[in-house]
Every structure is written in structure tokens, then in C-alpha cells.
């Protein structure tokens, strides 16, 4: 029988977040149940439940960093049992037959992975995400927490934190590299802690100056203002690695003027058209521009591994799920060095 579920979300693009009930489906032999203690808010769910990208569907319960602890079980799942602390990320399945899925990159499953919400599933029912008391989840799309992890600072890992580690380790950053990070925000933060722990000096670039102790907070070595022209030409051919967090449309002919003849600069936050940048700075240095979205379910197990050997947990600030509209309100302002999370557990709508 399908259970009843609690959470906050939205039924059309306009909407405010607040209390939902829904149902989540019965558990298919593959599956696992659980129940869920912590989420992060990622920008991404902003523009989901706005409909900004022109995929959304509604009612929508956001959230794709999930954490919590396994409930129940399917009888054929083996890797998971009841007790177990578990997390998922924003995808919750794919097709698992093609050269994408078999080779550990199922984000780019031929024919189309299946997001943790806002879109329908391969059985034709609408995806419910984290912003919820509990979820259902096939087995081979669920991340193991690891032990002495804290639960409320590992939700941000499995968005934040992949969508950084697996260009940073695509592109092989390593010891000695000099590596940029344009913007510090929830990705951004992130990208300047797994940098660092990979050896390489790092530089926050940012429009705002008072960003520049929490910057050197989470481990930069410098911070360059990219409205300071002076500053920008003097940094020019820098860097080896640029990993632009930017959440939205800018130009990139400022940042990619800062790469070594051979550097790469790889986009991860902003989905929208960005203008026209020069061939100039690319042609005459062999430099590269080149994009990435999160990672597969065993990177993303392999990041969560690296953050807990290291240490490497994202700056967050603990809110309950009767606050998301004012966290939402405080977002949409401007990106932020650290990461909200909702205690699910310890909302007062979970708890009654």
C-alpha cells in the first residue's frame, strides 16, 4: 500500500513553499524506504518550482540532497538493511542497460535518468523529493553515509559537493595547481574545500568584496575582486583550472583572459544561455571552456568517502521546513557561502 507522506512544496510556479500531503508508492522489490532526517536547499529548487527551465511539473516537493536512515527494504535489495544511514542525490533512476548507465555515468542514461523530483518516473508517476518525512528509492540510486558523518552536514554533499569533485577530478586537478573558483556560494565553498584537500592553491574570484573572509574561512589562499579590471589583467594566464560556480548568466570572456595556455575553465552553475565569448583567448593559449553536471551514483559514493577521509564538510545553516519560504526569499537575493539544510525531523509538521 502506498504511505502517507508529509512536506513543503509547491503546486504552480508562482507558488509560496508550505505543507503538502502526498503519497509515496509502495516498495517494489528493489526498492528502499527511508526516513528522512535532513535536506539542502540548493538553488537549482528555486528554479525548478518557478519553472524556469520549462520542465517542471506540479504538485512539486523539492529537494535532492537527502539524508536519512533506511526504514524498510525490498526483497531483493542486498546492498542496504533496516538501520542503515543513507543519502540520495538528484537522480533516482536510469535505464541501467547502456553505455552510459554501465559505465558509472548515469546522469547521461540514453534514455533519460530520472531526476529525485519535479518529473515523471519511468512508471509514469510524478517524482516527490526531500522536503518530506520520508522517501522510496530503487536501491542501486541510494549512497551510503559514512560512518561518524555528520547527518546534517553531509546533505549538502550529494549536489554540492558532486557537482564540484567530479570536475576537479575529470580535469585532474592535483598538488601545485593553481585553481580559481568563480563564485562562493553553496557550490562554490564546496569547490574551494575539495580543491584545497587535492593539494592546489586556490583563488575565490567574486563581484563582492565582503565575500573575502569567507573565502580565506573555507581554505582560499587569495581572493580576486572581477570587478577590479587592474587586478584581473594582472592575474591573466594564472590559473591551470577555473571551475565556474556562477548560478546564473555572465560574461566569460573575463575569466577565461585568466588561464595558463592549457588551462580549462568548466561551467557547473549557470543553465541559462550565456553571451558570446572571444575565440581569441581560447585559440591563442589552447585554452578550453567545457561544462559538467553532478556525477554517477559510484563517483558521487567515491566524493562522500573523500569528504569524510578529509574531513571536507560544507558551511550550513540548520533551519526547520516551516522556514523555507524565508530561506527561499533569502536566496533568491544573491548566492551565500554556506548552505541552508532542513531538519526534517525536528519540523514541528514531521513531528506531530
Not at 119 to 126: H, I, N
Request: aromatic fraction near 6%; proline fraction near 5%.
Amino acid at each position: 500500500m502506498p504511505s502517507k507522506a508529509v512536506g513543503w512544496g509547491v503546486e504552480n510556479a508562482s507558488d509560496t513553499p508550505h505543507q503538502l500531503n502526498f503519497e509515496r508508492r509502495d516498495l517494489r522489490d528493489n526498492d528502499v524506504a527511508i526516513k528522512i532526517s535532513h535536506c539542502g536547499i540548493c538553488h537549482s529548487d528555486l528554479h525548478f518550482a518557478h519553472d524556469d527551465w520549462g520542465m517542471s511539473h506540479y504538485p512539486m516537493i523539492p529537494g535532492h540532497e537527502i539524508v536519512g536512515t533506511v526504514t524498510d527494504v525490498g526483497p531483493d535489495v542486498t546492498r542496504y538493511s533496516v538501520g542503515d544511514r543513507v543519502a540520495i542525490g538528484c537522480l533516482v533512476d536510469s535505464c541501467q542497460k547502456c553505455e552510459f548507465c554501465k559505465g558509472n555515468q548515469e546522469q547521461f542514461c540514453v534514455e533519460g535518468s530520472t531526476f529525485t523530483y519535479g518529473v515523471p518516473d519511468r512508471y509514469g508517476e510524478l517524482t516527490q523529493g526531500g522536503y518530506s518525512d520520508h522517501i522510496v528509492c530503487r536501491e542501486e540510486f541510494v549512497c551510503k553515509v559514512p560512518d561518524g558523518m555528520d547527518m546534517a552536514h553531509a546533505a549538502p554533499l550529494l549536489c554540492a559537493g558532486i557537482t564540484t569533485y567530479s570536475p576537479l577530478r575529470r580535469w585532474g586537478v592535483k598538488e601545485g595547481d593553481r585553481v580559481a573558483v568563480a563564485g562562493l556560494g553553496g557550490l562554490g565553498h564546496m569547490a574551494v574545500k575539495l580543491a584545497v584537500a587535492m593539494g592546489a592553491e586556490v583563488t575565490v574570484l567574486t563581484t563582492s568584496p565582503e565575500k573575502a573572509e569567507a573565502a580565506t574561512a573555507v581554505g582560499a589562499s587569495d581572493v580576486l575582486i572581477s570587478t577590479d579590471e587592474a587586478a584581473m589583467e594582472a592575474a591573466m594566464g594564472r590559473f591551470h583550472f577555473i571551475i565556474d560556480t556562477i548560478p546564473v548568466a555572465h560574461e566569460i570572456d573575463p575569466y577565461a583572459a585568466l588561464l595558463r595556455p592549457n588551462g580549462s575553465m568548466v561551467i557547473v552553475g549557470a543553465l541559462e544561455p550565456l553571451p558570446g565569448f572571444s575565440g581569441f583567448n581560447l585559440i591563442f593559449g589552447n585554452r578550453a571552456i567545457a561544462g559538467s553536471a553532478i556525477g554517477g551514483l559510484a563517483e558521487t559514493q567515491e566524493m562522500l568517502d573523500f569528504c569524510a577521509e578529509h574531513n571536507i564538510l560544507p558551511e550550513i545553516e540548520i533551519i526547520t521546513g516551516e522556514q523555507i519560504p524565508e530561506a527561499w526569499d533569502t536566496l533568491a537575493k544573491g548566492d551565500m557561502p554556506h548552505r541552508y539544510v532542513i531538519d526534517v525531523a525536528g519540523s514541528e509538521a514531521v513531528a506531530q
